[in-house]
């Protein structure tokens, strides 16, 4: 009876961690002529880029330098950049 609270403890702990979402450390990346961007938080459109068609790329990925997966819904697509200095480079 005596080491009931410190079980409840350890259980109490256990799911605060099993139960927890993780934080999600990808975004947003595109590519175009070996330059990485980050576009995490930018809106696609005529000042920044784009997503157009090409059945034989993938617009976005979820981490930059080949080492990430396509975005779902970005597959088929090619990223085109419009205005690089609205665009942020990928570190």
Not at 8 to 25: K, W
Not at 32 to 60: F, M, Q
Not at 62 to 86: A, K, L, W, Y
């Amino acid at each position: 009876m005596s080491k009931l609270p410190l079980l409840a403890f350890v259980l109490a702990a256990f799911a605060a961690v099993a139960f927890t979402s993780p934080q999600s450390l990808t975004g947003e990346f595109g590519e175009e002529n070996g330059i990485w961007y980050d576009v995490t938080n930018t809106d696609p459109g005529p000042d920044t880029y784009e997503c157009n068609t090409d059945p034989t790329k993938d617009c976005l990925f979820d981490q930059p330098f080949g080492m990430g997966s396509p975005i779902s819904g970005e597959t088929d697509r090619v990223f085109v950049v419009n205005d690089p200095d609205n665009l942020e480079l990928a570190q």
